[in-house]
Every structure is written in structure tokens, then in C-alpha cells.
């Protein structure tokens, strides 16, 4: 008899050590003995991922780590993958990007990986985008929500101009837009009219999942806020 719950325990912590061949290894085992792959990924590989992402907000793990986990976890699900019957569904359908002006993007790079591994479609656009490629690939992807990142201040108000953009083509509604990065505030959220503000990757990720559950094409009174600042 398979004893399920090992597995997915051993799921879990495989993730969370970051070791991707021996979460390959796991994986396999784990479908060989019977663990249907939807539920390993979902009671396992996820389990494994959202402990490494709350040490990760607690300031107990640090970035190396989540990226190490996080690879695990994709390596693992490449082979499970093949075995569920049709395709994974997904939480939503994500476009992110850093501004126009700046080149970094490790934190973006950190958000998208961990929106992935969290159930969502990303389709990361790299950095220094430009407003017009936001829009198009929003729309060439019918993506559901739009993920700006800015580090730098003069980066950061082009964020202002995707919305601006948004309306004046009448599409605004179609989309979720959320922000993050250092120079920007729940503040400059609000003042400009996104739909969501996050300091953290975890932040991000939680974001996302609450603006999926928002009724789409209704006009949010005020930004989600996610975290404090400090």
C-alpha cells in the first residue's frame, strides 16, 4: 500500500533543500508508487514552495534559497507533467516586466518565478519595457493581470503612463495592474489608479491570487495593499 503522505512530506521537503536532481528522483518515485501528479504538485511541491516563500517574507531564508527552491520545484513538475491526463489549469494568466529606463530585474525575476510555481501562466517580458509592449502583449496574451517593477524613480512614472495608455484605449477594465519595486508606495498606487500595490515577492504572489478573485471589469474603490512600509 502507498503511503501517501510520506511521499508528499518527502515532496515538500525536497523542495524546500533546493536539490533539483534529487526532486526529480522524488518525483518519479512518488508517481511509480501511485501519487496521482495533480496532488503531489499541489499537496507536496506547493506545500514545500509556500514554506520556503513564508521564511522568505519572515526574513528567515534569503533570496539564493527561494531561487534554489523554486527550480526544484519546476524540476519536479517537468516530470510529473507528462503524466496528467489534459493540462494543469491555472490560476490566472500574468505579463510582467520592469519599466522602461531600468535594467533590474532581480526581484521581478523572483516574483515571476514564484507566480509560476504558485498555478500562474507568466509571460515575463525581461526589463527596460517599454509602455507600448505592456499593452500589446497584455492583449496578444488576453493575460488577466499586468505586473509593473520599477527600482528606480525615473523608471517608475511610466507606470502611471501604462494606465493612462489603458484608458485612452478603452480597455482599462479588461485588466488587473499591480506595482512594486522600491521607489514606489501604496501611495503613488493609489495617485495613479492601479489595482494593487506589493512590497515582496510573497506580497506578489498573494496580490495576484486576491485580484483574481475580484469580479473582472469592475472598478476597484482603491488599490490592495500588501505589506507595510517602513
Not at 521607489?183 to 486576491?210: C, F, M, N, S
Request: charged fraction near 30%; aromatic fraction near 6%.
Amino acid at each position: 500500500m502507498v503511503d501517501k503522505k510520506e511521499f508528499l512530506e518527502k515532496l515538500s521537503a525536497v523542495v524546500q533543500s533546493g536539490d533539483e536532481e534529487e526532486a526529480k528522483k522524488v518525483a518519479n518515485q512518488a508517481f511509480e508508487a501511485g501519487v496521482d501528479p495533480v496532488e503531489a504538485i499541489d499537496k507536496g511541491l506547493a506545500v514545500g514552495m509556500k514554506k520556503v516563500g513564508d521564511r522568505f517574507a519572515c526574513q528567515e531564508a534569503f533570496l539564493p534559497e527561494v531561487m534554489l527552491a523554486a527550480d526544484a520545484m519546476k524540476a519536479a513538475i517537468s516530470v510529473l507533467r507528462p503524466h496528467i491526463k489534459g493540462e494543469l489549469s491555472t490560476k490566472g494568466k500574468v505579463v510582467i516586466g520592469t519599466m522602461l529606463g531600468d535594467i533590474h530585474d532581480i526581484g521581478k525575476n523572483l516574483v515571476a518565478t514564484m507566480l509560476e510555481v504558485a498555478g500562474f501562466e507568466v509571460f515575463d517580458l525581461g526589463n527596460d519595457v517599454s509602455v507600448g509592449r505592456f499593452i500589446d502583449e497584455a492583449e496578444k496574451n488576453k493575460v488577466d493581470i499586468i505586473a509593473l517593477s520599477s527600482l528606480i524613480t525615473a523608471s517608475m512614472f511610466y507606470m502611471e503612463d501604462v494606465v493612462k495608455n489603458l484608458e485612452g484605449l478603452g480597455t482599462r477594465r479588461k485588466f488587473r495592474v499591480l506595482i512594486g519595486g522600491g521607489p514606489t508606495t501604496p501611495g503613488y498606487a493609489e495617485e495613479i489608479g492601479v489595482d494593487g500595490w506589493g512590497r515582496h515577492a510573497e506580497e506578489g504572489v498573494q496580490l495576484a491570487t486576491k485580484l483574481m478573485a475580484t469580479k473582472k471589469g469592475e472598478k476597484l474603490t482603491k488599490p490592495l495593499i500588501m505589506g507595510e512600509v517602513k
